[in-house]
């Protein structure tokens, strides 16, 4: 404890696993899959190869690990930009351009997931991952129509299984265009139709 009562922070160094896979991440971001060796990231995280390789076997198994930390952080970054919504109403009006701003503040990040979907095909132990990847996603999607159906004061006109691929793919549209373009201003235009669809989604109750 300290003198005025409260608990000391402490903080804990990372592993040697998690020191390699935030070495990993922060390659992809900066370098892109082609890019990105392990070589490099040996040398990033502070390691040797053969240390390296005990937790990781493969470049693959590597780099799923550094897209799961990379996607982990934007989707807790979608999450805390929805939670913090709490009218049903302006969620569904606004909830695009909100997940858009957080789309844009990572837009990297988001880059080097679409790089994942470049490259998966042409990689089996990529395409398995391709499920999860979409998985965490569609469960942010997942919980703030959860939320606006236990507020009770709208109602969906569209069943979850057309709106849930219909609000994603959206927003993974939307982050794909910035990240190559980096077209703010064409994004912006595009989403204030968004108001005006949410007619044709949700009604009030």
Not at 12 to 31: C, F, G, Q, T, W
Not at 65 to 78: F, K, M, P
């Amino acid at each position: 404890m300290t003198e005025s009562g409260s608990a000391a922070v402490v903080s804990h160094p990372l592993s040697a696993r998690e020191n390699i896979v935030r070495a990993a991440a922060e390659s992809l971001l900066e370098n892109g899959y082609a890019g990105t060796s392990v070589r490099s990231i040996a040398s990033r995280a502070g390691v040797a190869i053969g240390n390296l390789q005990y937790y990781f076997p493969t470049k693959s198994e590597l780099l799923i690990e550094a897209w799961r930390n990379l996607t982990e952080r934007s989707v807790q970054e979608l999450r805390t930009s929805l939670n913090n919504m709490t009218d049903p109403i302006w969620l569904i009006e606004s909830g695009i351009a909100s997940i858009w701003e957080s789309l844009r503040r990572l837009g990297d990040i988001q880059l080097a997931a679409f790089d994942l979907l470049v490259q998966a095909p042409k990689q089996e132990s990529l395409q398995a991952f391709l499920p999860e990847l979409f998985e965490r996603y569609r469960d942010v999607v997942e919980e703030q129509l959860d939320r606006l159906e236990r507020d009770g004061r709208v109602r969906l006109k569209i069943e979850r299984e057309v709106i849930v691929p219909l609000i994603l793919n959206t927003v993974l549209g939307f982050g794909l265009y910035y990240v190559v373009t980096r077209d703010e201003e064409s994004c912006l235009r595009a989403l204030t139709a968004w108001r005006e669809l949410a007619g044709s989604v949700v009604e009030p109750t």
